[in-house]
């Protein structure tokens, strides 16, 4: 089986090719799209073969092109199933789904739940489905891990009229969620995963959730992905009544929207930069490098003891995504503080980026794992395609 999985982000696309078990064979990806500095990134076996500059004025453009150097790197005969990350279900889809024209008309009226990431995806889909209109095709839901999130946890204090239109929390990031929780088991085995773990995916787009018995039952990111902790340039959770403020203050739709996706976070706190790197190599001579830095740790710290709250507990600790798995310095700047939940980092092991990176007397294990979206996504699209045959 050749099954392709297609990853679409704001600016950039990702598609990896999965054969046999379902091991992956290799990626590209495609960053900066509709710029100037558009480039071909290649992963795996062949990232050696360097970057290299690309046209890809659209999303549609650009997965052609990556689907296009995978054909002409592994010289595959067949693509069997196209897998496509969709990061918003809403109350319409809980589970992986056969595209067809329905049910893309139907993600097409969700997505201004989550623009920045909806209509790139749909741009792909549409593309690959005109490209290839005999392989099956599955959307993979990025809500679907939450899908019985408590109800306590799940409802929005609005009135009754609102949240029977679906206006509640759903989550997000729970393709990679379900990977790390996996990915534990595997590794910690059933008891530990099934224990009271809290999982911080902590990217671009950064989210926590608590879990018990391999569930979630609560998370940071709520009725869109723009909520919840402090992102690279999204403000995360707050005051509803900054929006009115800033309608009354002259600014439109579009305008707020922009502030809180693409102007806040990191950015708005340090008017400098969305990457952590370059925030702690500047924290010491920048006083909003530093002011960036503690706030994101702040939210997450205190976003573990508001979880150990409702996990009666916490028996482990999971750092995963961009920052979480490579910034040794904010996992000890969460953790640190921290002791009092009996959390107690060995620094060598955290310095050293080990997967275990607790001391041996920490009464909470403290974990790293490298998230891997894709192989989720390649997994729920090959048992999809199997149900419909």
């Not at 989210?207 to 902790?229: I, R, V």
């Not at 507990?313 to 995504?321: E, K, N, P, R």
Request: net charge negative.
């Amino acid at each position: 089986m050749n099954i392709l999985t297609v990853n679409a982000g704001s600016s950039s696309v990702k598609v990896a090719l999965f054969q046999g078990s379902l091991e992956p064979t290799t990626s590209v990806s495609i960053e900066n799209i509709g710029s100037t500095d558009a480039s071909l990134i290649p992963e795996g076996k062949y990232g050696s073969s360097g970057t290299a500059p690309v046209e890809a004025v659209n999303h549609a453009e650009a997965v052609k092109q990556a689907v296009k150097w995978i054909y002409d790197q592994t010289n595959i005969a067949t693509i069997d199933g196209i897998g496509h990350r969709i990061v918003h279900g809403a109350d319409k889809y809980f589970q992986p789904t056969i595209l067809d024209d329905s049910v893309i008309d139907a993600i097409d009226q969700l997505k201004q739940l989550a623009p920045n990431h909806m209509q790139p995806s749909l741009d792909c889909v549409n593309e690959l489905m005109n490209e290839y209109p005999a392989v099956p095709q599955v959307a993979c839901f990025d809500t679907s891990f939450f899908h019985q999130i408590p109800e306590v946890a799940r409802t929005l204090a609005l009135p009754k009229r609102l949240r029977d239109q679906g206006i509640r929390r759903y989550g997000f990031h729970g393709l990679s969620y379900q990977y790390i929780l996996d990915n534990f088991a595997e590794h910690e085995g059933e008891t530990a995963a099934n224990g009271r773990v809290i999982i911080a995916h902590l990217g671009s787009g950064s989210s926590m959730s608590a879990c018990l018995n391999g569930k979630p039952l609560d998370m940071t990111m709520g009725f869109t992905p723009a909520s919840g902790l402090v992102m690279s340039s999204r403000s995360g959770d707050i005051d509803p009544g900054v929006i009115d403020f800033l309608l009354s203050s002259g600014h439109d739709r579009a305008d707020i929207q922009r502030i809180l996706y693409k102007e806040s976070g990191l950015l708005g706190l340090s008017e400098m930069t969305t990457d952590m790197y370059t925030l702690l190599q500047s924290e010491a001579t920048d006083p909003r490098a530093k002011l960036a830095i503690d706030v994101y740790a702040y939210h997450i710290r205190k976003t573990i003891g508001a979880f150990s709250a409702v996990l009666g507990g916490v028996d482990s600790i999971i750092f995963s995504a961009g920052i979480g798995e490579r910034s040794a310095e904010i996992r000890r700047r969460v953790c640190e503080p921290l002791e009092y939940l009996g959390i107690k980092l060995d620094p060598k092991r955290n310095e050293g980026g080990e997967r275990l990176i607790s001391s041996v007397d920490s009464d909470v294990g403290v974990h790293v794992i490298h998230t891997h979206e894709d192989r989720i996504i390649a997994k729920q699209t090959l048992s999809t395609i199997k149900e419909e045959k």
